[in-house]
């Protein structure tokens, strides 16, 4: 492409500071290094974690910063060492990477890779972003806020051309997150009871993996009832809203089950909810796992909860390889094993995300997808 080589100028959403709207700018987006890809971000799903980032974590040093880590674009162009891909060729990035050499990689136990960014500022100190001047950052290490972006290969995932981008960005983060929980970390079995706790994307996502995994009951909870009719869709069984129970919602589902259920979910990030999650499981086998996303506070528990034989665990990404298993779900969704476009409740523009962010914080839609640049 012509602008193979240079430095390219474009548009992109730049947070320069905690807690205040996106600013559309002009930011430059250096060439491709060694082993790196060039992608022109075609479109953009937001995701609470862009929310948390802006809004919870509020980093000092995480900023300025794209934001953005669910989208899927087309590879622009490639640094020396790239052989994998090539110009044209559509692509989703990684918040997570599969570098296939470390420890990590080389276990089938984890998804989880030693090249990462740091958790605390949730970016890494390299970036190919500049503006105004100043180095932003890249946020998750994807920044899909911004026409163009530049990644590592290992972080890149190489789907069918026949995909459409404006679908299955969504597979870049909510939910293969949410459904891997289900089925990779927690490992649902049939006929199993669950409960899944916050109902957006993610919940969904892991509502849609416990009904693949052959549960034959899955129980919604939520504070929002609005979310229920979407739930039904994805496989939900049963529902509840905290807020109609005066005691603990553990305790309802435990009336409701007959002791608790084989498996809960927690999909939102809060600690007092990953509580109620294991709480709710029953005592014996009963498997917790956390999903959402938070590293401003401390979760607890009563260890005899634990000892009783629960067991609590973490997911990240759904415990996918994501260069492996990526290309894999494009390929359900386009055999139509796996649903995608039930997720998506509004489409907008990339010059309109404080409003999709806005959408986001109200619990008024379950994804927005960005158009970003056409295709």
């Not at 559509?90 to 599969?98: A, T």
Request: with cysteine; net charge neutral; hydrophobic share 40%.
């Amino acid at each position: 492409m012509a602008t193979a080589g240079k430095v390219i100028k474009c548009k992109a959403a730049v947070a320069w500071e905690p807690n205040k709207p996106l600013v559309m700018e002009e930011i430059e987006v250096a060439p491709p290094q060694a082993n790196e890809v060039r992608i022109k971000i075609v479109a953009t799903g937001v995701c609470h974690t862009d929310l948390y980032h802006l809004f919870e974590g509020m980093h000092k040093d995480g900023f300025p910063a794209v934001l953005g880590h669910e989208g899927a674009g087309v590879v622009e162009s490639v640094g020396t060492g790239v052989s994998e891909f090539q110009p044209g060729d559509k692509v989703i990035p990684l918040f997570i990477p599969q570098c296939g050499e470390c420890r990590f990689c080389k276990s089938p136990k984890t998804n989880q890779c030693v090249n990462t960014w740091n958790a605390d500022v949730m970016s890494d100190p390299e970036s190919r972003f500049t503006c105004k001047g100043k180095k932003v950052l890249q946020f998750m290490g994807t920044s899909t806020f911004s026409e163009y972006t530049v990644m590592n290969q290992m972080a890149v995932a190489k789907i069918d051309p026949a995909a459409p981008l404006d679908k299955v960005c969504l597979l870049g983060c909510g939910i293969c997150t949410g459904y891997g929980a289900a089925v990779n970390t927690a490992k649902v079995e049939p006929g199993s009871t669950c409960a899944v706790f916050g109902l957006g994307a993610v919940g969904l996502a892991a509502v849609m993996g416990c009904q693949a995994a052959g549960a034959k009951r899955i129980i919604a909870v939520d504070v929002n009832p609005e979310k229920f009719v979407k739930a039904k869709v994805f496989g939900a069984t049963d529902f509840v809203n905290p807020k109609d129970h005066s005691g603990p919602v553990s305790q309802v589902l435990s009336e409701m089950t007959g002791g608790g259920v084989d498996f809960s979910l927690e999909c939102v990030g809060n600690v007092a909810v990953m509580r109620s999650a294991l709480e709710s499981c029953i005592q014996g086998w009963g498997v917790s796992v956390m999903v959402g996303w938070t590293t401003t506070e401390d979760f607890s528990a009563r260890p005899l909860q634990l000892i009783g034989g629960r067991t609590w665990k973490g997911s990240a990404f759904g415990g996918f390889k994501g260069r492996d298993a990526v290309p894999l779900m494009v390929k359900a969704y386009l055999d139509k094993k796996i649903k995608v476009d039930d997720f998506i409740t509004h489409n907008m523009t990339l010059d309109q995300v404080n409003d999709a962010i806005e959408l986001m914080k109200r619990g008024k839609c379950i994804r927005t997808v960005m158009t970003v640049s056409p295709e």
